[in-house]
């Protein structure tokens, strides 16, 4: 049922989303130089790499590492990257990924291939086994703010309770997250 309902609402986002992602491709392109998607190497269900998509927000000279490992990120933004991060629309192109079932609406955030510590330690728990999300139980409980092994407790947490009534409780406390610009710091 989660796989069939991510499918028909991935398709539906990105019907009703078509004009927005146009527009916001269009302002990434004339804001800066660089392609309009950043592609980067994460890692999905049981421990495999795929690529996930994103607008670009950082400049295309910036190091391939979690944000919050730059010293002075702010400094490696585009004119309207901090604008996109802070509104979550830099995420839309995540769609596709849904789509495709390399991502779930709700699972823990795909690491990137070099959190070698965050994947380990997903591992350890047995959360590498769930498909990776556009949101999560740990997103909507800090996102940006959470130390590492805070957040593989609250992966933890929704492996043992994950259900689809659960997931739409998630999502829906996603939107209001977003809606109040919450827990994002760059």
């Known amino acids: 049922m989660k796989r069939l309902f991510d499918f028909i609402m991935s398709i539906f986002l990105l019907v009703i989303f078509s004009v927005p992602i146009l527009f916001v491709a269009l302002m990434v392109k004339l804001t800066s130089r660089g392609p309009v998607l950043y592609w980067s190497d994460r890692v999905g269900k049981n421990n495999t790499i795929f690529r996930m998509p994103k607008f670009r927000t950082m400049k295309i000279d910036t190091p391939a590492v979690a944000t919050h490992l730059l010293t002075n990120p702010d400094r490696f933004l585009t004119p309207i990257g901090k604008f996109l991060r802070k509104s979550s629309l830099d995420e839309l192109p995540q769609l596709i990924c849904i789509l495709k079932g390399d991502m779930s609406f709700v699972g823990p955030r795909p690491a990137l291939f070099n959190q ?26 800090g996102r940006d703010e959470l130390p590492i092994p805070v957040k593989v407790e609250f992966d933890e947490y929704y492996l043992n309770h994950r259900s689809f009534a659960f997931d739409l409780y998630t999502i829906l406390l996603t939107v209001l997250k977003v809606i109040r610009k919450e827990g994002v710091q760059h």
């Open 116 to 141: 070698d510590d965050l994947i380990a330690l997903r591992t350890q728990k047995g959360v590498h086994v769930l498909t990776p999300g556009l949101t999560g139980w740990a997103q909507i409980n």
